[in-house]
């Protein structure tokens, strides 16, 4: 069973920086089709970033963090570097996988049978 581990959650004023990272215990994740998805307050969880399988896979972005967020990876680890951040990026953010890899990525659920425990990030004004 993949495990799906996320850490670099925290609090950050607007305009702030801070990097996600996500691990699957025991496993390359590399093969593997990822995602960043958040869910704020009241809110439904909604996809983020996303990143097809290698090391260069095609990445696919929500109009919200558009040119502020970047998606990457390595062998192991999957990123989300977020810049300017602003209070509304404020919510609990978790990490998604499908094993089976893919070409194009979703930022929908339903895309993704593999997801971490969250990590919070707070951005305050």
């Known amino acids: 069973q993949v495990q799906l581990v996320e850490s670099g959650g925290g609090s950050v004023e607007s305009g702030g920086s801070l990097r996600l990272s996500c691990a699957a215990s025991?496993?390359?994740?590399?093969?593997?089709?990822m995602g960043w998805f958040r869910q704020a307050p009241a809110m439904e969880r909604g996809g983020v970033a996303a990143?097809?399988?290698?090391?260069?896979?095609h990445t696919r972005y929500s109009d919200s963090v558009k040119g502020r967020f970047t998606i990457s990876r390595d062998n192991d680890t999957l990123y989300l570097q977020m810049n300017s951040l602003k209070p509304e990026d404020t919510a609990m953010y978790y990490c998604?996988?499908?094993?089976?890899?893919?070409?194009?990525?979703?930022?929908?659920?339903?895309?993704?049978?593999?997801w971490g425990q969250g990590v919070q990030v707070t951005v305050s004004s």
């Open positions: 998604a996988a499908d094993p089976l890899g893919c070409l194009l990525p979703g930022l929908y659920e339903r895309h993704y049978d593999h």
């Open positions: 025991g496993y390359s994740t590399i093969g593997f089709c």
């Open positions: 990143i097809g399988s290698g090391k260069t896979g």
